[in-house]
């Protein structure tokens, strides 16, 4: 019997391993928690149109992903954000043109791996709890009770506080994701009927609750009435305010905005937070992805490198390369 390998997670990780072993001749089946692939780089999709809640951007540095943002872009996928940059900090806001190229999925960030993910067999709203082996092969058993398999290999794309739990199999390998710390980020929109006399599209913050903040229809292809921004809390504030209120952060965020954005800011007439409690891992690693070739099992994410959409791509090819050595 030839049965196939189960990738967990439908973020970019998953999604680039599963393109590779696809183009290998392999078959697979994914799985995911939400409705819909992405992860992280999903979009929101509300009455201020669509909205990029996780990441914001991407750069791509290593040669084999740049190549792969090449082909993206001359599909229609991705295209390259140009914003007026500014750094915010002691109260002051000062422009800060440089020469990264920045790229956004074209016309919202979920449309990379909605292209990517394509026609392969996958499996949405579905939590999977647990990863055991049998005599040879793997199954999976989700939330609902429902069991699924059998397969050859599986490997774990999640968060790494989700994937250590889904690794217990590799007590080494659970270990290991177990130790990764990641930091939570209070993500808001706000959207204003009339845009926003200011020229800042985008805006690196320090020495305040917010870190980050993006005009959305400042990217390629948004489509959109209202004049939406997007701000990001920084990893301490949303650690010390976790548990707050949704309505509670969007006023203390709106306040910090306000503050800094250096124009008259109307009361928003859309509103909205998100908490993404895995959202950054807290430091960089270098192992490319996890691997216990025996047992077939494997791990990726961008927490196995370096914390961003890069980073995951390249993780989720490592994990692929890892899995079809060992097959030879
Ligand atoms: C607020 C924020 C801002 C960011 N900004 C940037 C940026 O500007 N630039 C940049 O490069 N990166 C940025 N990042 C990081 C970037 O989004 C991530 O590095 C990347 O998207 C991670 O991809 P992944 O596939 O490793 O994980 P994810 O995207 O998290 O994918 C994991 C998938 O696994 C699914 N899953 C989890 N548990 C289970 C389970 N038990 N069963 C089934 N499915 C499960 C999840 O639903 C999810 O779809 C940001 C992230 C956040 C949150």
């Not at 991705?78 to 990264?100: F, I, R, T």
């Not at 870190?211 to 292809?221: C, I, T, V």
Request: glycine share 8%; hydrophobic share 45%; with cysteine.
């Amino acid at each position: 019997m030839n049965a196939p390998i189960a990738i967990i997670g439908t973020g970019i990780a998953g999604l680039s391993a599963a393109q590779a072993l696809h183009a290998a001749g392999q078959d697979i089946e994914l799985f995911d928690k939400s409705r819909g692939s992405g992860g992280r780089m999903a979009s929101k999709r509300s009455d201020a149109g669509s909205l990029d809640l996780g990441a914001q951007y991407f750069t791509a540095r290593d040669r084999r992903f740049v190549e792969v943002v090449q082909q993206w872009q001359a599909r229609g996928w991705v295209a390259e954000w140009q914003p007026s940059l500014y750094n915010a900090q002691d109260g002051q806001l000062s422009a800060s043109p440089d020469e990264q190229l920045r790229w956004v999925g074209s016309p919202r960030m979920s449309a990379i791996t909605r292209a990517m993910l394509g026609a392969l067999p996958v499996k949405f709203s579905c939590r999977i709890t647990e990863v055991f082996r049998g005599d040879r092969y793997w199954s999976l058993l989700d939330a609902e009770g429902n069991s699924h398999g059998p397969y050859s290999h599986v490997i774990v794309a999640t968060p790494a506080p989700q994937a250590s739990a889904l690794l217990a199999a590799a007590p080494k390998l659970a270990g290991t994701a177990a130790s990764v710390i990641m930091d939570p980020t209070w993500a808001v929109a706000l959207g204003f009927d009339s845009p926003l006399d200011t020229r800042v599209e985008g805006c690196f913050v320090q020495d305040s609750p917010l870190d980050w903040l993006a005009r959305n229809p400042s990217k390629p292809g948004r489509d959109t009435h209202l004049d939406t921004w997007v701000l990001h809390a920084s990893s301490v504030w949303s650690r010390q305010n976790l548990d707050l209120p949704k309505e509670a952060v969007i006023e203390q965020l709106h306040g910090a905005f306000a503050e800094l954005i250096g124009c008259a800011v109307p009361p928003p007439s859309f509103t909205l937070a998100h908490r993404w409690l895995y959202a950054r891992p807290a430091q960089a690693h270098q192992w490319g992805a996890l691997a216990d070739a025996d047992l077939g099992l494997y791990a990726c994410g961008d927490w196995c490198l370096s914390g961003r959409v890069e980073g995951a791509w390249l993780s989720g090819q490592d994990a692929a390369r890892r899995l079809l050595e060992h097959l030879q």
